[in-house]
């Protein structure tokens, strides 16, 4: 799906693309994305925080931070947009509720096995204790390592939540840490 579109049934109530269903976001959380793949993933993840919560996004590049903008400002919803460099994420220690993956065209598990595991020890330096963290990622021939790469990272229990329509989702919980907010 390049462009976010909600679907309607019979005039319905507004039904949510399946990735966005999938990552269980709610209104008020706050929510980090790495990656822009997808942009109805990332537009639909932003609209379900609404104004109560926070959305921003880490991608890899310029192109991709012009997506993520693009995607904020067509939805109009408000999308802290940060390129990162290196594997660093520019977020406080423990502050957020809900990390997403957006690996839809391997942004992340592309990358070398280094930085992809910085990235995720990053992402559960992030997350808040009792948080989470979803990889939504195609279903290609080739086999991935995001479950055991977010178990490295320390995300426990982690477990494939469903693959349905050409996508895996995968889940990891942030065990409670003493000293840390839940």
Do not use: W, Y
């Amino acid at each position: 799906m390049l462009l976010f579109k909600m679907l309607r049934r019979g005039g319905g109530r507004t039904m949510d693309p399946l990735q966005v269903s999938m990552t269980g976001v709610r209104m008020g959380e706050r929510f980090i994305q790495i990656g822009c793949d997808d942009r109805s993933l990332l537009a639909g993840l932003a609209a379900k925080v609404g104004l109560s919560g926070s959305a921003a996004v880490a991608v890899f590049d310029e192109a991709s931070a012009g997506r993520a903008r693009a995607t904020g400002a067509k939805v109009g919803a408000l999308i802290d947009v940060h390129v990162i460099a290196s594997g660093t994420l520019p977020f406080d220690t423990g502050q957020v509720d809900m990390m997403v993956i957006d690996d839809t065209r391997a942004a992340l598990s592309s990358r070398p096995e280094d930085v992809r595991r910085m990235i995720l020890s990053e992402a559960f330096r992030t997350v808040r204790s009792g948080g989470r963290i979803e990889a939504v990622e195609s279903m290609g021939k080739t086999p991935t390592t995001v479950t055991s790469d977010l178990e490295q990272a320390g995300f426990k229990p982690v477990r494939i939540l469903a693959e349905k329509d050409g996508f895996r989702f995968v889940e990891g919980l942030k065990p409670n840490l003493r000293g840390e907010p839940s």
